[in-house]
């Protein structure tokens, strides 16, 4: 699935467990052991666990979306969040995650049913 923000591409792509783990642990120096999904920033991906439930998936791209949001409005490099810049983040944001997660969730279902995705 492919959205837009801030006049910038990114698509979200469901992929394998390991694949996302894999990726994880040759990014990072920390050791992970489970991945519920991943960010690619300079490639506009957004990278979901497909062997998750439904429910799990949508909350995972909510979360994935939180960073896409923070990164691709410059907010990234705010040292010190406090409790006034996060309720802004979250009352700016709200919209567009809720948009976006369900428009996922609607392909997830028709997928799930066996119906034709656009």
Partial sequence: M??????DNWEVIMKD??????ELNSDSED??????GLIKYPI??????????IDQQIK????ELTHCYIWNFGL???????????CDLISSCNDFIHEVSNNFKNIL????NNEKVD
């Fill in 2 to 7: 492919k959205f837009i923000i801030n006049n």
């Fill in 17 to 22: 467990h390991q694949t996302i783990l894999d």
């Fill in 31 to 36: 050791k992970y052991y489970y991945a519920f």
């Fill in 44 to 53: 506009h991906e957004i990278w979901i666990n497909k062997d998750m439930c």
């Fill in 60 to 63: 995972t791209l909510k979360h």
């Fill in 76 to 86: 990234y490099n705010v040292p010190n969040f406090n409790e006034e810049m996060v």
């Fill in 109 to 112: 279902q028709k997928e799930q």
